[in-house]
């Protein structure tokens, strides 16, 4: 547990997101609750998925390792995040914070890619239903998904060994509620110039790649949407892409607003404000929008109710 100074690091202070107790008090009742609502809805569809034949297909194969990624991304900070509300010490371990970065920000990178294959899946779906089985079958569902998972947890290795090829100031403290790579940087006292515009060379091709497919995905489902004969079918294709392209913004804008920029322009009260929304909301709002307004799901649900009645 060194940096390349030499200088031994054994342990890192969360400031957390406030300091006013009462207000503590209340974030942690309301974390907590949504935190059970990410757990809940996304072990639903975990369960739904696999028990009812009916969704055993690829869309629901990759919806199904989407809920799982959200509730291992959310369970990587949020249970931290809520001891820390109610403990007066809020010292994390050199250790357990570069665990919690590389698992965090591998899991971030997986949702980035992940998110991109579902749009993919579903512009092959809409745009070239004939050739859907073909193009998106069981073998190519699962190679993508290992690959989505392995690129994850190897593009992380990149990223946090960069971070941690500093020279840290006598400052430990770390203004946040979790332990990011900017944080990190900002507690380095040299000049990161290099090191930043690497990270940042890397962050904007994980993240801008994604985005672009989707972008381009979603426009080339838009002018298909807008070809069909039922104003009924264009309103429904029209509102199912409108929450999803609602998911995505969220995501990708505020992983960009937190990753994509330098130190100079880091505000410590902004960027917790927007870590919760990629680390908390986006888990919470996933299976909301992307699965339990299916049609498909809710007559699995609604299965689900009648088989436990007596």
């Known amino acids: 547990m060194f940096w390349r100074n030499n200088s031994v690091v054994t342990e890192f ?173 900002s507690l380095q006292c040299e000049n990161l110039f290099l090191i930043e515009l690497t990270i940042f060379l890397v962050g904007a091709i994980i993240l801008m790649t994604p985005v672009t497919l989707i972008g381009v995905s979603y426009a080339k489902i838009i002018l298909t949407i807008l070809k069909m004969t039922s104003s009924a079918g264009q309103r429904k294709a029209f509102s199912t892409c409108g929450s999803h392209m609602i998911v995505v913004i969220i995501y990708y804008g505020s992983c960009m607003a937190s990753y994509m920029k330098p130190r100079s322009h880091s505000s410590p009260g902004t960027d917790k404000m927007i870590a919760i929304f990629y680390l908390i909301v986006t888990p919470m709002l996933n299976p909301l929008i992307y699965s339990l307004r299916n049609k498909d799901i809710k007559v699995a649900m609604k299965n689900l109710r009648v088989s436990k009645k007596p």
């Open 13 to 185: 202070i969360l400031l957390g997101i406030t300091t006013q107790p009462k207000t503590q008090v209340i974030i942690f009742g309301v974390v907590l609750i949504v935190y059970f609502i990410i757990l809940f809805a996304n072990s639903l569809i975990i369960f739904l998925t696999i028990t009812n034949a009916s969704l055993h297909k690829p869309m629901y194969f990759f919806l199904t390792n989407l809920s799982f990624l959200d509730i291992c991304y959310s369970s990587s900070t949020v249970p931290r995040m809520l001891k820390d509300l109610m403990s007066a010490k809020k010292t994390i371990s050199f250790t357990e914070c570069t665990i919690q970065m590389y698992i965090s920000f591998s899991l971030g990178e997986i949702e980035c890619i992940l998110l991109a294959i579902m749009a993919y899946d579903r512009y092959i779906a809409i745009c070239y239903p004939l050739h859907y089985s073909t193009i998106i079958n069981w073998s190519t569902c699962i190679k993508m998904a290992a690959g989505v998972w392995i690129c994850g947890f190897l593009l992380s290795i990149f990223h946090v060994a960069l971070t941690l090829n500093g020279v840290l100031c006598e400052n430990n403290e770390i203004n946040h509620f979790v332990c990011e790579i900017p944080e990190i940087l």
